[in-house]
């Protein structure tokens, strides 16, 4: 039995700033490697607060969790940077591509921003994901050139560059038009099938919810359900 990805253990999550607020209550989920979760529920229920858990973006009030078999509550600022960078992608429902970048240097600036100029291997790799996504004529354009829907096949480009283990993604889909939702959505399952990518992939949208592996729904702060379709 291979370790899960990431484990959340007993997450509670209280802010404290202005009127104190529990967000999350008891939340535990473990991803196993290669696993698409999508995670539903209603707006304010506490799906980002999650996801910034898992993407070591902010730490629970209490329970642990537990990232490449270490405790993220036992790492310095620079490690959690490191787990972050080696083990995660990052998807979100705007894609925050940098307007004065083409497609390719957007894709890259991960890498550069870690002062790790690409190599052939990622190059190809990354030049395949393009190919991939439909988006190899317009590698050299910059983001304006392209549709919402192309931009944001760039940003998964961008989440997949360095082969993360578990991509994070917060209504991926949420800006798009429901044929360009359902090509978007698609691409994401068919590459983290090929490339044994798990997922975290918050939707709103029941319809994309039933071709996923497992669909964990949260209410008020709580899992209140795991269902495999
Ligand atoms: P969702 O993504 O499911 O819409 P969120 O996780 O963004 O929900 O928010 C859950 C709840 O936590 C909401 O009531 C929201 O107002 C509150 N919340 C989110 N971030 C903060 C914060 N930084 N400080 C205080 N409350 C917050
Ligand atoms: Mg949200």
């Avoid at 439909?134 to 082969?163: C, D, F």
């Avoid at 209504?171 to 698609?186: A, C, H, M, Y």
């Avoid at 044994?196 to 702060?221: C, K, N, P, W, Y």
Wanted: glycine share 8%; proline share 4%; with cysteine.
């Amino acid at each position: 039995m291979n370790d899960p990805v990431i484990s959340l253990r007993g997450i509670d999550k209280i802010y404290t700033q202005g009127v104190r607020a529990q967000v999350l209550f008891e939340v535990n989920l473990d991803i196993a490697a290669g696993e698409f979760v999508a995670l539903v529920g209603a707006s304010g229920s506490g799906k980002s607060t999650m996801l910034n858990m898992v993407g070591l973006l902010d730490t629970p009030s209490a329970g642990q969790v537990l990232i490449a078999g270490r405790d993220a509550a036992t790492l310095d600022e620079d490690e959690r940077s490191r787990l972050r960078r080696e083990h995660l992608g990052f998807i979100f429902q705007s894609h925050y591509l940098l307007p004065d970048f083409n497609i390719m240097e957007n894709v890259f600036l991960p890498c550069r921003l870690r002062g790790d100029p690409p190599s052939g291997e990622s190059w190809t790799r990354v030049e395949g994901l393009i190919e991939t996504v439909g988006l190899s004529e317009h590698r050299h354009k910059r983001p304006h050139q392209l549709s919402g829907g192309q931009q944001q096949r760039a940003a998964i480009v961008r989440a997949l560059a360095n082969q993360p283990r578990l991509v994070l993604a917060d209504e991926p889909t949420g800006n798009l038009d429901s044929q360009t939702r359902d090509i978007v959505f698609k691409l994401m399952r068919d590459l983290s099938r090929r490339q044994g990518q798990a997922f975290l992939m918050v939707t709103h949208d029941a319809s994309l919810a039933t071709e996923v592996d497992r669909v964990v729904t949260i209410r008020d702060g709580r899992i209140v359900d795991e269902n495999r379709p």
